[in-house]
C-alpha cells in the first residue's frame, strides 16, 4: 500500500529553537515530494525535491530528500511564532497520482 | 491578480441535502482537482480533471460528483449518499495535467452537515 508517513504528529518549541520534521515515504514509481505549509486555510507551496542530496533553501527553511532511505527532512532554524502552522509532506508517484502525509503541528510559543 | 477562489467560506445544510461548492481559477491552467481534509488526516483526492469535459474519480469519489463544462470552473456537489460529509474542502489546480508536482490551492470551503 502507497504510503506517507510525517513525524512528529505535534512539536512544541520557543521561539529560536531549530526544528526538524521528518516525512517517509513507500510508493511506486516515485517521481517527487512536495512541502507545504498550512496554517488557518489553504496549504501553501514551500519546496518540490526531486533528486537525492541536493538542499532546498528558502530563508531559516531547507530540506532535502534521500531516496535510497526513501524519506525527506524539513529544517526550520531560529523559529519564530510565524511559523506555527501544519506542514504537509506529499509524494507524487506513477503518473499523476499524488499522496499527502498527516501532517506535522508546529507550535512556536514567544 | 491570477488565482484560485472557492466559495462559500463557510457552508451549514441539513443532512439529506445536496450542496454544491465552487471553484474557479483564471490561471489558465488545465488540470483542476478536489480534496477533502479531516482532523488527522492528510488530503485525500475526490475527483480530478485533466482537460475540459473530462474528469476522474479520486481516492474517495463515492457520494460525490462534478462537472468541467468550462476551463476555469470545476464545481464538487456533495450529494446525500455521502455518509460523512463535513469536513474542509480544497480546489488546486497546475499547468500541466501530465503532472501533479505543484499544485495551487484555493482558500478552502468548510462544509457542516447538521
Known amino acids: 500500500e502507497d504510503k506517507v508517513v510525517q513525524s512528529p504528529l505535534s512539536l512544541v518549541v520557543h521561539e529560536g529553537d531549530t526544528v526538524t520534521l521528518n516525512c517517509s515515504y513507500e510508493?511506486?514509481?516515485?517521481?517527487?515530494l512536495l512541502w507545504y505549509k498550512q496554517e488557518k486555510k489553504a496549504p501553501t507551496f514551500l519546496f518540490m525535491l526531486t533528486s537525492s542530496g541536493i538542499e532546498k533553501k528558502s530563508g531559516r527553511l531547507s530540506s532535502i530528500l534521500d531516496k535510497k532511505e526513501l524519506f525527506s527532512i524539513l529544517n526550520i532554524t531560529a523559529t519564530q511564532t510565524g511559523d506555527s502552522a501544519i506542514y504537509l509532506c506529499a509524494v507524487v508517484y506513477n503518473t499523476d497520482k499524488l499522496i499527502f502525509g498527516t501532517g506535522t503541528r508546529l507550535q512556536v510559543f514567544p | 491578480d491570477g488565482g484560485i477562489t472557492q466559495s462559500p467560506k463557510y457552508l451549514f445544510r441539513k443532512e439529506g441535502q445536496n450542496v454544491t461548492l465552487s471553484c474557479e481559477q483564471n490561471?489558465?491552467?488545465?488540470?483542476m482537482y478536489w480534496y477533502r481534509q479531516d482532523p488527522g488526516q492528510g488530503l485525500r483526492l475526490i475527483y480530478y480533471s485533466q482537460i475540459v469535459n473530462d474528469f476522474q474519480k479520486g481516492d474517495i469519489a463515492e457520494g460525490y460528483s462534478v462537472s468541467r463544462e468550462k476551463k476555469e470552473s470545476f464545481p464538487l456537489t456533495v450529494t446525500s449518499a455521502q455518509k460523512n460529509p463535513t469536513a474542509f474542502y480544497l480546489c488546486a489546480s497546475s499547468i500541466d495535467p501530465q503532472s501533479t508536482d505543484t499544485q495551487y490551492f484555493g482558500p478552502g470551503t468548510r462544509l457542516t452537515v447538521l
Open positions: 490561471l489558465n491552467h488545465d488540470a
Open positions: 510508493v511506486t514509481n516515485f517521481r517527487s
